[in-house]
């Protein structure tokens, strides 16, 4: 069993919740794009989020990617379905995978305030690292 778990205190709780039971009871595509530093655990500074994570979203059938700093993310894991730069094209490299995939629902995870400007300007929700927990149990 494979859970996205918000926080309560996530703005975004009911609807990321909501996402994932689409994905998995509708077959949606659903884009999670991730940053890199702040955010992941190989960033500078180091994130919350850790490679297998990201792997695992992959793994489910989301389409993945980053944008931000995506070379210290390729070593790691070189089979996502984008790596995109960050700033200062985040906002336009956002912009095209929304355009590219089409998907029924965006996410964007990063850690400043800056992403949650550019993730909702392009159709994007935003969610901070902290917010963002993913439980799973065999």
Not at 89 to 105: G, I, Q, S
Not at 107 to 132: M, T
Request: with cysteine.
């Amino acid at each position: 069993m494979f859970t996205l778990h918000v926080y309560p205190r996530s703005p975004l709780y009911s609807s990321l919740t909501t996402v994932v039971l689409y994905k998995f009871l509708m077959n949606v595509d659903v884009v999670i794009a991730f940053d890199v530093d702040g955010t992941l655990e190989c960033g500078n500074p180091p994130g919350l989020i850790k490679i297998e994570t990201v792997k695992r979203f992959k793994e489910k059938g989301f389409i993945v990617g980053i944008v931000g700093a995506y070379k210290k993310v390729q070593r790691h894991i070189n089979n996502l379905d984008f790596y995109l730069g960050g700033d200062p094209h985040k906002p336009e490299n956002l912009r095209k995978v929304r355009e590219t995939y089409k998907p029924a629902f965006c996410i964007y995870v990063a850690d400043l305030p800056s992403d949650r400007v550019a993730a909702l300007e392009n159709g994007f929700s935003y969610i901070k690292p902290e917010d963002f927990v993913v439980m799973e149990d065999y």
